[in-house]
């Protein structure tokens, strides 16, 4: 019979390496819940009208790369490309921001995008993401990028960059898109690219085409149209970001790839990883909650791509003590005959209602297939137990990266860990 194998594009994590990516994921979540960030649970479907209001019809991420699949019920639903209209949409149905403000909310979850796969670049891929809800202080801003600036830290990455930018306010924009309007009219571009302007000419600055890049060399920058509550707000952050001792550039042709920014907008980079280098990133998105039906709050957050900063983490090696630290098992068992594995079984239930991590050896291997089992396990100690043992009440137990054995009581081996 043929085999099936899983849909092109999509990322899988299975053991030994489900661990890391684990690892990760939980290291960016506590970061967010340390920093006071509440947990958003949210359907990974969502019916197509809230992405292609939130997100907007100039991106690629609408455009070309959602799952969008009609339901039995004849409605158009579409797999989630990103985590934050959901957020929205969620906060607007359920009243969420009636309470105190700022709401904050972090999520972690599969999100779908429909791209050319390639390394570090999956049609399901993971993110960790945190949102922050009604507050237009930079301090906030500040906040949102130093939780995801420390869970990379965390993680004992070194070799990534920070790049922030301002979109500015509506007035702000506003006044840019005028210009940047006039100048993209001197240009000579292919109905596509027009097309895409016209609903939103900052996508332009976002082309990898050589020729569109070059033309849009002398174009209008937006951070030069920021007007001064806006600059104001620009530079606060700035200068919270190196109180903090977070370093970054300021990248002005910055264009995220999603149309809700506004104001304060940011990327974190990784030089390890080629093309995909985006590890993260976020920002302001002050019209969104309005532009979906909900109060006029503003809002900042982020994502971070879970498979992306799993392989920032292996191109430095950051996280491989990290790991055997948090995973390995205390204890590996071996029984030596049939008659005491059920002792065995349940010496093994007692350590492990004790809290103690502890695997023993199933099935009927050899003593050397089981000592095999109890060095593959990872466990820092292992214990053999036969007739003898059971008798004595006695057994040797034998740490695994020394080799050492002593011998202890059975009955007392919980003290042990
Ligand atoms: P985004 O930049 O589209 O932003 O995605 C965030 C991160 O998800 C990227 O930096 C990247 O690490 C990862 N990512 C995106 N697409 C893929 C893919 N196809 N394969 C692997 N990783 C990928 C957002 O999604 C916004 N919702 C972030 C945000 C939250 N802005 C404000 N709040």
Excluded at 104 to 115: D, P
Excluded at 151 to 169: C, M, P, V, W
Excluded at 369 to 385: T, Y
Aim: glycine share 10%; hydrophobic share 40%; aromatic share 8%.
């Amino acid at each position: 019979m043929s085999k099936i194998q899983a849909p092109k594009g999509v990322h899988e994590f299975f053991p030994p390496e489900s661990q890391e990516f684990e690892y990760v994921r939980e290291t960016l979540i506590k970061s967010a819940k340390d920093a006071g960030y509440q947990l958003m649970e949210l359907p990974a479907f969502e019916d197509t009208d809230l992405f292609t209001r939130g997100v907007g019809e100039s991106t690629d991420v609408v455009s070309k790369e959602m799952y969008t699949f009609e339901d039995r019920g004849g409605r158009s639903i579409t797999l989630r490309p990103e985590g934050t209209a959901g957020v929205m949409r969620s906060v607007i149905e359920h009243n969420l921001d009636k309470g105190q403000l700022p709401l904050k909310v972090w999520y972690s979850g599969a999100f779908f995008r429909a791209e050319r796969p390639q390394a570090g670049r999956y049609r399901q891929f993971y993110q960790v993401g945190i949102e922050a809800i009604g507050l237009a202080d930079p301090e906030i801003d500040a906040e949102v990028i130093a939780v995801a600036d420390r869970s990379f830290k965390n993680l004992g990455l070194k070799n990534y960059r920070l790049e922030i930018t301002s979109l500015g306010d509506a007035a702000s924009r506003a006044l840019h898109k005028v210009e940047l309007v006039k100048f993209i009219a001197t240009l000579d571009f292919d109905e596509a690219t027009m097309a895409r302007a016209a609903l939103n000419p900052l996508r332009l600055f976002d082309d990898k085409r050589d020729e569109v890049r070059l033309k849009m060399a002398k174009a209008p920058l937006l951070i030069d149209f920021l007007n001064q509550a806006s600059k104001d707000h620009f530079e606060r952050v700035q200068s919270l970001l190196t109180s903090f001792g977070i370093a970054f550039i300021v990248n002005p042709r910055m264009v995220r790839g999603l149309d809700y920014y506004t104001g304060t907008t940011f990327e974190f980079v990784h030089d390890g990883l080629g093309a995909q280098s985006g590890i993260g990133g976020g920002g302001r998105y002050d019209g969104l909650m309005a532009q979906l039906g909900g109060a006029d709050h503003s809002g900042i957050g982020f994502g971070i791509g879970v498979d992306r900063v799993l392989l920032a983490c292996a191109a430095e090696n950051s996280i491989s003590t990290k790991i055997s630290e948090a995973y390995s098992l205390d204890l590996f068992l071996i029984a030596m005959s049939e008659e005491t594995k059920s002792y065995v079984a349940n010496l093994l239930n007692s350590l492990r209602n004790h809290g103690i991590r502890a695997d023993m050896a199933y099935g009927d291997r050899a003593l050397k297939g089981s000592m095999k089992a109890a060095d593959k396990s990872g466990a820092r100690f292992s214990m053999v137990i036969g007739s003898d043992e059971l008798n004595s009440g006695e057994a040797m137990l034998k740490n695994m990266s020394t080799g050492e054995s002593r011998s202890i009581r059975l009955a007392a081996l919980h003290n042990e860990f």
